[in-house]
């Protein structure tokens, strides 16, 4: 039983998004990624001026705005 509780509460904190940054299944998986989309949406969260929370923002906008136009498409 005791197993069972340790791996709920860690499959829990794993899969809470709180932290995650941004929507649109965003997971851990995601930090490893080299697609056109990440290079394109860093460089424009790059360009942004801001701190940090700023640059976050435009990241994750620009990422939304291409995942759903990749919805539309398909």
């Known amino acids: ?16 998004n709180a932290f995650a ?4 299944g965003w997971t851990v998986g995601h930090i490893f990624d080299f697609s056109k989309e990440h290079k394109a949406c ?9 701190d940090s929370f700023a640059k976050n923002d435009a990241y994750c906008d620009c990422r939304e705005i291409l995942q759903i136009r990749k ?4």
């Open 1 to 16: 039983m005791r197993k069972i509780l340790i791996a709920l509460i860690i499959s829990i904190f794993f899969s809470n």
């Open 21 to 24: 940054g941004c929507g649109l």
């Open 42 to 50: 860093a460089k424009i969260a790059r360009e942004t001026s801001g």
């Open 71 to 74: 919805w539309v498409e398909d």
